[in-house]
């Protein structure tokens, strides 16, 4: 048996009713504060992601997938929207819109990650992006749209992580203070995080030994450190949350999988999915994103959240069985062509209408049209005649085809 790739999944439609409940909150949501959607190609050109996300990160070390166009140019399918949608605002030279371009995408993403319950190698992502503000309004809004839309989708749990990383420069100075403090204090470290001062100094907050922990509270903190306007910045996007009582823990060791931010980062968390892939959502502000991708200096910020988590994390909510006006069924074979035009012309009349096509016997079929909660049943017979029975009241009419829908429009309308 072929079975689906590792990683991925189908999405089968009871599950498919529920995204599109999710869609259109999404829909409601971001529209509603002028949000536009945006789709780019499912593959962009490996070097948008190299520069983008950067060459150093994971996901473009180990995750991509990449391949061949066949004319000796490298491709990727994409593994995050932010590089694609800076892409497409520089290609469509978007800057001469009014400023910001707030925009939202719902796509799959790919990345080849070991799978388990939340991580899979094709996964969907709601994004938005506000591209061409640097005020800290633009990120508390982003922030409340994203906190707004997982409260309305029913995600349990939730816990909101905020920082700030100020500039690349102000980071690569507060690295060399960090790798300093380990450097002095390497006898309170366990031998595992001396081993990696030079090649990843942060990882030294994530330590779970305990003579470790009690020496990384020591140790300097990044958000101690920002520069004066960045400082600032961050005061403003809290003061806002504050005002719109959002609750958030400040955690200065935040780190995301991405090199493109700058300032404001945050990640919402939820205790409902648990262990290592508990991240509902996450993003912040990337001001030198475009300007890396060669297009004019543009601030901008932004985040994505992974559909599949939030309907992991979320009550199962059952959406409505879809509707059935009018089931038709045939008593004799020779009825099938009156059956075929009074299905499709019912439809054109607006009502939800099926057609025996499974070849049942009437009994098998009024049992169907019953499993499908139809309200109406016509039953097809020669010479243009039909049984029409109300499924409620069990009550039968014998007509003409042509008055079926007539039949089934008045009894609506009451
Ligand atoms: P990210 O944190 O890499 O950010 O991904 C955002 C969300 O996508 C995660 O919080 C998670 O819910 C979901 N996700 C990521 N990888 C997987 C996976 N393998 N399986 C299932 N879900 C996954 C970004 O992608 C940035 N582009 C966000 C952003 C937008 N920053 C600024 N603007």
């Known amino acids: 048996m072929i079975q689906a790739p590792k990683g991925t999944f189908d999405v089968l439609p009871d599950d498919a009713a529920r995204r599109e409940l999710i869609e259109a909150q999404i829909r409601r949501t971001l529209g509603a504060a002028g949000y536009r959607r945006i ?18 990160t994971d996901i473009v070390q180990k995750e991509m997938y990449t391949f061949d166009d066949g004319g000796g140019r490298s491709l990727t399918l994409r593994p995050e929207g932010t590089a694609p949608v ?5 290609e469509h030279g978007m800057h001469k819109l009014p400023q910001p371009v707030k925009l939202w995408y719902l796509s799959s993403f790919f990345r080849a990650e070991a799978p388990q319950r939340g991580r899979y190698r094709q996964f969907w992502q709601v994004g938005a992006e506000a591209i061409g503000s640097e005020t800290p309004e633009t990120d508390a809004e ?6 707004d839309l997982l409260d309305a989708l029913g995600v349990r749990g939730l816990t909101l992580k905020l920082s700030s990383l100020g500039t690349p420069e102000t980071r ?6 960090l790798k300093a403090y380990l450097r002095a204090h390497e006898s309170g470290l366990s031998p595992e995080v001396v081993g990696r001062i030079d090649l990843n100094p942060m990882r030294a907050f994530d330590a779970t030994e305990r003579r470790t922990r009690e020496t990384m509270t020591g140790a300097p903190k990044l958000l101690d450190c920002l520069m004066p306007e960045d400082a600032e910045h961050f005061a403003q996007v809290r003061s806002l949350l504050d005002a719109a009582g959002i609750r958030y823990e400040l955690d200065s060791t935040l780190v995301r999988g991405l090199d ?19 991240t509902v959502g996450g993003g912040g502000r990337y001001d030198r994103l475009i300007e890396q991708l060669e297009g004019p200096p ?4 932004g985040w994505a959240a992974g559909i599949e988590r939030i309907m992991l994390a979320s009550e199962q909510r059952n959406p409505a069985p879809e509707l059935v006006d009018l089931f038709v069924a045939l008593s004799v074979r020779d009825g ?14 607006g009502l939800q209408a099926q057609l025996e096509l499974a070849g049942r016997s009437l009994k098998g079929q009024l049992k169907h049209a019953d499993r499908l909660g139809a ?18 009241s069990g009550e039968q009419l014998e007509t003409e085809l042509q008055n079926v829908i007539p039949t089934i429009l008045r009894s609506s309308r009451l």
């Not at 982003?142 to 906190?147: D, E, N, S, T």
């Not at 493109?260 to 508990?278: H, N, W």
């Not at 099938?336 to 009349?349: I, K, N, S």
């Open 172 to 177: 690569a100075e507060y690295r060399e203070e």
């Open 142 to 147: 982003l922030i409340v749209l994203l906190a």
């Open 298 to 301: 543009t601030p901008a910020s």
């Open 336 to 349: 099938v062509q009156g059956a075929f035009e009074l299905t499709y012309q019912a439809r054109r009349a």
């Open 39 to 56: 789709e780019t190609p499912t593959f962009e050109s490996t070097e948008l992601f190299a520069r983008g996300v950067g060459e150093a």
């Open 86 to 90: 800076c892409r497409a605002y520089i």
């Open 375 to 392: 309200r109406y049943v016509a039953i097809v017979g020669e010479n243009g005649q039909a049984s029409l029975r109300n499924m409620q």
């Open 260 to 278: 493109y931010y700058t300032r404001t980062v945050f990640e919402f968390m939820s205790d409902a999915l648990g262990g290592a892939q508990s």
